[in-house]
């Protein structure tokens, strides 16, 4: 009599603020009796509460009986509470559900308000066992006398449709009654149901169309109106000739309706439902664009939102008419609100082409600089704030300053740059430059995405490449990121890049020995430890190539300087051979042994005038008398790293390698012992490149037999001569029992391998065939680095692009497509016609290959015999300008170059066997 | 489709992202944290399977703030965004007819009784009526057959009827009931 309801429930919770837990534990308790009790008045008070909890995230799934229970009541005030905790708390694998379905039929045929009760209930955990059971009563229920019962029901066999499609053809006759029912609520309702259904199968609806048609003609009910257009826009896709049929009726309603909703779903339709081809189509284009653009003028925001959102779609059909709003998009992007930046930004980036791209980034750009102003908040946002009694809200400060949205706004710039391989880019100086500003100013974390971009971006357009030297090494000269460097969004990975690309393109830097100090500053320690490992590799190369300069117009004066970087270089890879990074110390051991090697022949040298005694020691007194008048050490490093030319690999290089004659990819190298099942062993993969020892475990069920035997016999092998009966190779004893084993064991090995990113399967010709955005592939695949992770508190933008500054108006050859082994064999039919690739091969690999004579970087016109991948990609005419341009084409594979430090050596390598 | 009909306070915590626009705004969020959570994902064993074409879509959030109380609308492409403004004003008129004059306790206290005039305008993520005069009288006799179902059970009872003691909606409070809902604070604005 005196138990809580729940009100004293709520009222108790609001009360006890600062013990709810405890408050809450207690009331789930005398919920826990009170459910169980033998009142049903009880039972359905006990939960109404649980349901009220419910809602404040504690469990209730644990009475989903009593709900049952409750559900199952006469009375209609206790049926509620229990349909509205089972539509609450019920999910498809409730258990209890199984035994509701007499209970929903009896309510079906049950006084109509308890029928409405049940069948709102029943719509929030419909499952395919309940649908199929109950179908036949809902449809019944469709010519139910009460309009309320018939609205409910037809919005109901939706959900029904869903779980158990099957009914869908024995239903829908009767659905299409209700489109002429007397009752207008129930037509509006159906409508919404066919609205809905017709997104899944469009073209079961069209038999629809002249019905709906009429309803567009006489009803004034908004609502409706709207769902019928929207269902002629998923329908007119399917069937063209409704297009002609519906257009002047939609031309009525947008010059004449008053209500702005209708009129924009209108324009809608007529994007999305392709209205607006042909002639006809094209008016009503225009007329749609300058609705929209109305609507991006007004000050609505919600119509400004919903024009940006329908804008999206006409730009790929009639870009030219968006296009004329240009200005006004572009403002867009500055509103205050996000939503509507975000809309605009959708929009901005399908509309970008080569022509307004710079303007477009450039402006994008500009959002991310911090200035003083759009710090300071308005005096609108000051007023809140001082109301709300904080200090500082960030949230309410200008979008830009969202990290969440700096991070998109980074991301779009990079996407709208480089979609297609960089299709809409002219100038490359340009966007190299972007790039740089972009980690200045980005303060979120896209270090890595930039650096990327960078370095891919230098590897394909060789034009660029001097001038990407030159700006990193300002970037390397520049102590920004290196201070920054442990701060999130400092964007410190370009650091990597610029490291990378100074050693990788060190034949174009300006000073090579200014920039040896500026690598070996103390401060790159700070650096994370890959950022190093490239930092002491670019030493190493600029080391080389500033030292083969030298010796190239040597004088002797040279020697001391020489002698001091070495000596320099050495001392400051000490303080790297102590990192604690295992490939850090590595590469500055390896480094460190260079450079002591150097030092000691340069400490051995002897001006030419006293050569003759003390520098023969060093070899090469076999060769005759032409003694070179410089120390030979200079030249021992440059060849290291400038021996192959870093170029793309196309994604599918690999797997183009042909395979050498005689080569049987599945043969064992070295055959399984047999006794292996519970051993660990070492496994070949098909390939014969991979051995690896692993556990394999040994499955418990349905092996007995076999493995038994298995067994059996190497016991009995055990007892003979254990030794060489071991190391024997095993294959010609295999008994048929033996290689059915086997063959289950090597299915099973290709099963658990199948995701393994280790292992290289051989299947991977058929994996992945439709992918084909290269573009996403970048050259060189980096390994992922761990996020830098801090904010530049006081981040300068030293070098921010301004419009005014101009880059030179060259063209660049892209090499979209990368580089192809020779002989390459593709597994995808393409014609060779024009094989000529527009990066040659270097010479020193070339003369190694058989067969294809390609000078160096020139391309030849001399077909390659063994170069049936390549041909001529047609698509190179929108990104340059005579000559004409050709560019190597082949078939993409993922995995093409992998491992950031070992990128080089990969490519180097991969050649070297395609060339061989 | 209507994914979610959410009801909350300018302090609810959780919902920071809208109730910090400043109410000149519009009324569709699109925020860049909330990217992930909303892109449609089909419901696994789905007998239709996934829309055509809508793979991915996003799902809207469209709001409408009245006094202290948003309420939210998570919707598909499926549903107008310029509609779904207009229903969000029939529910809160449907809720205000049926509590008279409503506030946010009314909601706190019934939050059942929402339930039921919801259920009256959404089922099942479909809009079942849209027209305010049919939903408040659907509504009403929703409550009358529970209110009579509840006198014929408890013959003694002097609360306006319903487990929970739900408020009366048709005028058939009895004085004492209305003044211990007074006194209890229930109808406290």
Avoid at chain 1, 650 to 666: C, F, H, K, R, Y
Avoid at chain 1, 762 to 767: E, T
Wanted: aromatic share 6%; glycine share 6%; charged share 25%.
């Amino acid at each position: 009599m005196w138990e809580r309801t729940l009100q004293d429930l709520i009222r108790g919770l609001r009360a006890s603020k600062q013990d709810e837990a405890k408050f809450i534990a207690t009331a789930i308790e005398e919920i826990r009796q009170e459910i169980k009790s033998k009142d049903m008045e009880l039972k359905a008070a006990a939960v109404l509460k649980l349901t009220y909890l419910d809602m404040l995230g504690y469990d209730m799934s644990w009475a989903s009986f009593y709900i049952v229970e409750v559900m199952s009541s006469a009375k209609v005030h206790l049926k509620t509470v229990g349909y509205l905790a089972a539509a609450q708390s019920f999910t498809q694998d409730t258990d209890v559900l199984m035994l509701t379905t007499n209970l929903l039929k009896k309510d079906f045929s049950s006084r109509p308000e308890e029928v409405a009760i049940s069948l709102n209930g029943f719509s929030q955990f419909v499952t395919p066992d309940l649908a199929r059971d109950l179908s036949p009563d809902l449809v019944k229920m469709l010519s139910h006398s009460r309009p309320h019962i018939r609205k409910r029901a037809v919005v109901l066999l939706f959900r029904v449709f869903q779980k158990f499609p099957e009914v869908i053809p024995h239903a829908m006759s009767r659905i299409r009654e209700r489109l002429e029912d007397p009752d207008p609520g129930v037509v509006a309702a159906t409508i919404n149901v066919l609205c809905e259904l017709a997104r899944y199968n469009p073209s079961d609806y069209l038999s629809l169309a002249p019905l709906l048609f009429h309803l567009l003609t006489t009803s004034n009910n908004n609502w409706m109106l709207i769902k019928i257009i929207k269902l002629f826009g998923t329908l007119t896709p399917h069937e063209p000739r409704l297009v002609k049929k519906l257009m002047p009726r939609i031309s009525e309603i947008i010059s004449t309706t008053p209500a702005i909703s209708l009129l924009y779903e209108c324009v809608r339709t007529c994007i999305i439902g392709g209205m607006l081809q042909g002639t006809a189509g094209n008016a009503l284009a225009r007329t749609c664009v300058s609705k929209l653009a109305t609507f991006l003028q007004d000050e609505d925001q919600n119509l400004k939102y919903i024009s940006l959102l329908a804008m999206v779609n006409i730009v790929p059909t009639h870009p030219h008419l968006v296009a004329e709003y240009q200005d006004m998009i572009l403002a867009s992007v500055d509103d205050q609100d996000i939503s509507i930046r975000m809309r605009a930004l959708d929009l901005v980036s399908a509309m970008t082409n080569s022509n307004n791209l710079q303007a477009i980034v450039q402006q994008l750009l500009s959002h991310l600089v911090r200035t003083e102003a759009s710090a300071l908040p308005s005096a609108a946002q000051t007023l809140s704030q001082t109301a709300s009694g904080t200090t500082q809200t960030p949230r309410l400060t200008s979008p830009s300053q969202n990290p969440a949205y700096r991070l998109i706004l980074s991301q779009r710039i990079l996407t709208i740059c480089s979609q297609n391989t960089y299709e809409n880019i002219v100038d490359f100086e340009w966007y190299l430059s972007v790039l740089v500003d972009l980690a200045y100013v980005a303060s979120v974390d896209i270090g890595s995405e930039i650096r990327d971009q960078l370095v891919d971006v230098t590897a394909r357009v060789q034009g660029v490449q001097r001038f990407t030297v030159s700006l990193m090494v300002k970037l390397l000269c520049d102590d920004t990121f290196l201070m920054n460097a442990d701060q999130e969004g400092s964007c410190s990975e370009v650091l990597w890049a610029a490291a990378f690309i100074c050693g990788e393109y060190c034949g174009e830097l300006a000073d090579p020995q200014k920039l040896l100090s500026y690598l070996l500053q103390p401060r790159v320690l700070d650096l994370p430890p890959d950022v190093i490992a490239v930092y002491l590799q670019a030493t190493t190369k600029v080391f080389g190539v500033w030292a083969s300069e030298l010796a190239e117009r040597w004088d002797s004066d040279d020697l001391p300087r020489v002698k001091d970087a070495v000596e320099s270089t050495i001392e400051r890879l000490a303080d790297f051979v102590s990192n604690p990074d295992i490939e850090v110390q590595e590469r500055a051991a390896n480094a460190l042994q260079l450079f002591t090697f150097i030092r000691a022949d340069l400490n051995s040298y002897r001006p030419p005038v006293e050569r003759g005694f003390g520098y023969e020691e060093v070899g090469s007194s076999s060769s005759n008398a032409t003694e070179p008048d410089f120390p030979k050490s200079l030249f021992l490093i440059h060849p290291l790293s400038s021996t192959y030319e870093l170029k793309t690999v196309a994604p599918n290089a690999q797997a183009s390698v042909p395979i050498p004659e005689g080569l049987d990819l599945e043969a064992w190298i070295v055959p399984p012992p047999k006794e292996s099942v519970g051993h660990a062993r070492g496994e070949s993969d098909d390939d014969g490149t991979i051995v690896e020892t692993r556990m394999v475990k040994k499955g418990k069920k349905g092996k007995g037999k076999e493995t038994g035997g298995a067994k059996a016999r190497s016991k009995k092998k055990k007892d003979g001569d254990i030794g060489p009966e071991r190391l024997a190779p095993a294959e010609e004893e295999l008994t048929e029992a033996e290689r059915a084993e086997q063959a289950r064991l090597k299915a099973e090995r290709l099963e658990r391998q199948k995701d393994d990113p280790f292992y290289l399967s051989n299947d991977r010709h058929s994996r992945k065939p439709d992918q084909h955005d290269v573009d996403s592939i970048p050259v060189v695949h980096l390994d992922d680095l761990p996020p830098l992770s801090q904010a530049a508190e006081n981040p300068r933008v030293p070098m921010l692009r301004s419009n005014d500054v101009q880059f030179s108006r060259q063209t660049f050859v892209i090499d979209r497509v990368g580089e192809m082994p020779s002989g390459a064999v593709s597994s995808v039919a393409s014609s060779s016609s024009s094989p000529v690739p527009s990066v040659g091969l270097p010479a020193a690999l070339i003369n190694r290959g058989p067969s294809p004579s390609v000078g160096n970087g020139a391309a030849t016109t001399t077909p390659l015999s063994g170069f049936p991948a390549y041909e001529v990609d047609d698509e190179v005419s929108g990104t340059a300008t005579p000559p004409p341009i050709k560019v190597t084409r082949a078939k993409k594979k993922t995995k093409a170059v992998s491992g950031a430090s070992n990128g080089k050596k990969r490519i180097a390598a991969s050649s070297t066997m395609s060339a061989s | 489709m209507i994914h979610a009909v959410l009801i909350f306070n300018t302090s609810g915590k959780i919902f920071s992202l809208i109730s910090a626009r400043p109410a000149s705004l519009c009324n569709f969020l699109d925020a860049p944290e909330l990217e992930g959570f909303l892109v449609h994902k089909p419901e696994a064993g789905l007998g239709l399977g996934g829309p055509a074409g809508v793979e991915g879509e996003k799902l809207r959030v469209v709001y409408r703030n009245y006094a202290t109380l948003y309420f939210v609308f998570v919707v598909d492409g499926a549903e107008s965004e310029l509609g779904i403004l207009d229903l969000i004003q029939v529910f809160v008129e449907s809720l205000d007819r049926a509590f008279e004059n409503v506030c946010e306790l009314d909601l706190v206290f019934h939050f059942d009784e929402v339930h039921h005039i919801l259920s009256e305008i959404i089922q099942g993520g479909l809009v079942l009526d849209t027209n305010v005069e049919d939903i408040e009288i659907a509504v009403q006799n929703a409550a009358k057959a529970r209110k009579e179902s509840f006198a014929t059970a408890n013959p003694l009872a002097l609360g306006a009827g319903g487990v929970g003691g739900s408020r009366g909606t048709g005028g058939l409070q009895t004085p004492l009931g209305w003044l211990t809902g007074k006194l209890t604070g229930v109808n406290t604005r």
